[in-house]
T-cell receptor, first 112, second 112 residues
């Protein structure tokens, strides 16, 4: 059972455009929602994270929007740059051991 | 991937062979994790360790064993490798009380 569903699988955006990746979760016990960025041949690196007590968090060009009632959250990348081309994973965890449940990933390509 | 080292980086095994993947951290984190990454499926938890001498199964533990003999190191062992274990394996760590997991650079394993 896939507890975190991510879409789209791939995304092509022009330089300067907005990239939007969406995730939906099922387990209402999740209380921490990070986004990871992964470049080819590298491990995932934390990009930004949010807790369900806030509806939005912004760090530079990256924003998480969170809708607790809909059990959905999304990543917005403003002014997308070719250097943002990578695979992005949403994830979620519960209190305790904090094991991450990942979405299936979105491969983002930003064209110059 | 600062603070987390994984060895080897690449490995090719024949079906039935055994091997141990090593993970070491130098940041005094309590919690350590092993994940596997397969195309189109995100990362899935294999095993988790909250502290030295304690381990717990994750989502996909079959065919694996782990060992946490000290705080720094968390090893993953394949006793009899199968082609289905072809994957990229990531070790991650987390400080107790914090939410963020930091990932190592990964081990790419191919089982023929």
């Amino acid at each position: 059972q896939q507890q975190v569903k991510q879409s789209p699988q791939s995304l092509i955006v022009q330089k300067g455009g907005i990239s939007i990746i969406n995730c939906a979760y099922e387990n209402t016990a999740f209380d921490y929602f990070p986004w990871y960025q992964q470049f080819p041949g590298k491990g995932p690196a934390l990009l930004i994270a949010i807790r369900p007590d806030v509806s939005e968090k912004k760090e530079g060009r990256f924003t998480i929007s969170f809708n607790k009632s809909a059990k959905q959250f999304s990543l917005h990348i403003m002014d997308s740059q070719p250097g943002d081309s990578a695979t992005y994973f949403c994830a979620a965890s519960t209190a305790g051991r904090r094991a991450l449940t990942f979405g299936s990933g979105t491969r983002l390509q930003v064209q110059p | 991937n600062a603070g987390v080292t994984q060895t080897p980086k690449f490995q090719v095994l024949k079906t039935g062979q055994s091997m141990t993947l090593q993970c070491a951290q130098d940041m005094n984190h309590n919690s350590m994790y092993w994940y596997r990454q397969d195309p189109g499926m995100g990362l899935r938890l294999i095993y988790y360790s909250a502290s030295e001498g304690t381990t717990d199964k994750g989502e996909v533990p079959n065919g694996y064993n782990v060992s946490r003999l000290n705080k720094r190191e968390f090893s993953l062992r394949l006793e009899s490798a199968a082609p289905s274990q072809t994957s990229v394996y990531f070790c991650a760590m987390r400080t107790g009380g914090a939410d963020t997991q930091y990932f190592g650079p990964g081990t790419r394993l191919t089982v023929l």
